[in-house]
């Protein structure tokens, strides 16, 4: 059985520094429901943990990799704590190869919605935007500039297996981004709490209707000014009762939902209605 010392626990166990992390092309992922989702896509996990009985509860996932030609490899409870970052780990870790692509790549696919997370630095943030996004069908998810790190153990976690699920693309340049994705047909909006355009207003006169890149800022500092300025529009979200904020990431959720409604609704074919003499039109 693996314990502390073990060479290859030790490598894992350098995996929480982004520097090796960048050297390395590897990262940890912690819990069932990122392995589940890792194991999905072929070829990106590299090796699996696990304690005795973190391997027999979750039994399914360590023959799915066992199948795959992955190694399966059982680890003391102090092995595994040195891995994970959770106050109550759920005795299973994986070694995953990095799955971001080039931006190049990502717009060649024509996403349709896509969310920028610009100079954002908190891990937990991050993680629940990409999920959000994931949710509400968005095809892409673009850490640009100084931006966390998407594969910060934090961030992994929070994102619940949606780093699996979308293009992850990181990018040094905002404005760069912005302007490729615009390039590529896409309106981008920056959602603002100061912007001139309310979502609801937006929303209303079809302004959601076609692909759209949605820029998020920080929550300390928001977006900022010149990447603002660079977008097609500011945007707010309308705050109805006396708070005085949403947090970045329920704001992120309230556009990239309005995003998802008005692109789906876009699609559905028009419902065909009788006329008076019987006779089927649209």
């Known amino acids: 059985m693996f314990t502390p010392r073990t060479p290859r626990v030790v490598a894992a166990r350098r995996l929480h520094r982004r520097r090796e992390r960048d050297q390395t092309g590897r990262f940890l992922a912690e819990g069932p429901q990122a392995i589940r ?37 059982a680890l003391t409870d102090e092995a595994l704590a040195g891995l994970t970052e959770t106050v109550t780990p759920q005795g299973i870790v994986a070694v995953c190869h990095r799955v971001d692509v080039p931006l190049a790549e990502a717009v060649r696919r024509r996403p349709e919605l896509v969310a920028v997370l610009a100079e954002i630095r908190d891990p937990g943030n991050a993680g629940t935007v990409l999920r959000t996004a994931d949710a509400a069908g968005a095809q892409a998810v673009i850490f640009a500039g100084e931006a966390v790190d998407p594969y910060n153990g934090k961030c992994v976690r929070a994102s619940a297996g949606s780093l699996f699920h979308l293009d992850v693309v990181r990018a040094p340049d905002p404005a760069e981004v912005v302007a490729v994705l615009r390039a590529a047909g896409l309106t981008v909006l920056a959602a603002s709490g100061y ?52 947090n970045l990431a329920a704001a992120a959720a309230v556009c990239l939902y309005a995003s998802a409604r008005a692109l789906r609704s876009g699609r559905r074919p028009v419902p065909e209605t009788r006329t008076t003499t019987g006779e089927m039109s649209t």
């Open 37 to 73: 989702e890792a194991l999905a896509s072929p070829g990106v996990v590299v090796e699996l943990f696990g304690t005795p009985t973190g391997l027999g509860r979750y039994a399914d996932l360590a023959a799915t990799a066992a199948g795959a030609g992955i190694p399966v490899s």
């Open 195 to 246: 912007g001139e355009t309310d979502l609801d207003d937006l929303t209303d006169r079809g302004g959601l209707a076609g692909p759209t890149a949605w820029l998020f800022g920080s929550e300390a500092h928001g977006l900022p000014a010149e990447l603002a300025e660079a977008a097609d529009a500011r945007v707010r979200v309308p705050l109805h009762g006396r708070a005085e904020s949403l």
